[in-house]
């Protein structure tokens, strides 16, 4: 399996401040995909973003935007204008094109909103 | 539109017992797929199938079984139950071969505890 890696457990954000989540991972791959999961406490996974390895340009959610750099091997999360219903775990997710639908977890990050 | 629905969503078993978590969807969705989820560890992969009478092990398989009898149900067997099996259970699905990009749909986890 692949290896993501998310090196933040916890994050904390003022309200209507920025913040961003790291997440890098292994690959000898060219072409892959990379996701964003959100899960609040109710525990549900909700998919934030998505980022197709080929495409240059960097996705765009919304208040939830990524920066993708291949060569660096990182995909960070930026949440910009943080609202109280920000708050939950976040999760890093790599899947593998040419192989199959198996996604790759980071551990998670544990995003905190202050209002 | 129910999409993924896991039952039961919490559950005590004493050491030895056997179960089975059950998953359904009707988005008619070639892969399915079971996670758990620990703390600090992500999600991880169980066992998979790709359609209808397919299976495979995931990255975690001891202990668990399964079947696909049908492309709408995916059951979780637990063969003896182990308190290293306490965790939260997720099921998930896609699409099939032709949507790569497709994100995963979770069912609400199953939240499993082993005394």
């Known amino acids: 399996a692949q290896t993501v890696t998310q090196s933040q457990p916890e994050m904390s954000v003022q309200e209507a401040e920025t913040v961003t989540l790291s997440c890098t991972y292994d690959?000898?791959?060219?072409?892959?995909?990379l996701f964003w999961y959100k899960q609040p406490p109710s525990r549900q996974m909700i998919l934030v973003i998505r980022?197709?390895?080929?495409?240059?340009q960097n996705a765009t959610e919304n208040r939830f935007s990524v920066n993708f750099q291949k060569a660096a091997k990182s995909f960070s999360l930026k949440i910009s204008d943080s609202q109280l219903g920000d708050a939950a775990m976040y999760f890093c997710?790599?899947?593998?094109?040419?192989?199959?639908?198996?996604?790759?977890f980071g551990a998670g990050t544990t995003v905190t909103v202050r209002a | 539109n129910a999409g993924v629905t896991q039952t039961p969503k919490f559950q005590v078993l004493k050491t030895g017992q056997s179960m089975t978590l059950q998953c359904a969807q009707d988005?008619?969705?070639?892969?399915m797929s079971w996670y758990r989820q620990d703390p600090g560890m992500g999600l991880r992969l169980i066992h998979y199938?790709?359609?209808?009478?397919?299976?495979d092990q995931g990255e975690v398989p001891n202990g668990y079984n399964v079947s696909r009898s049908t492309t709408e149900d995916f059951p979780l067997r637990l063969l003896s139950a182990a308190p290293s099996q306490t965790s939260v259970y997720f099921c998930?699905?896609?699409?099939?071969?032709?949507?790569?990009?497709?994100?995963?749909?979770f069912g609400n986890g199953t939240r499993l505890t082993v005394t």
């Open positions: 998930a699905s896609t699409r099939g071969t032709s949507s790569y990009n497709s994100p995963l749909h």
């Open positions: 690959t000898s791959e060219s072409d892959y995909y």
């Open positions: 997710a790599y899947r593998s094109v040419p192989n199959d639908y198996k996604l790759s």
């Open positions: 980022q197709e390895a080929y495409k240059q």
């Open positions: 199938s790709v359609g209808a009478g397919i299976t």
């Open positions: 988005m008619n969705h070639e892969y």
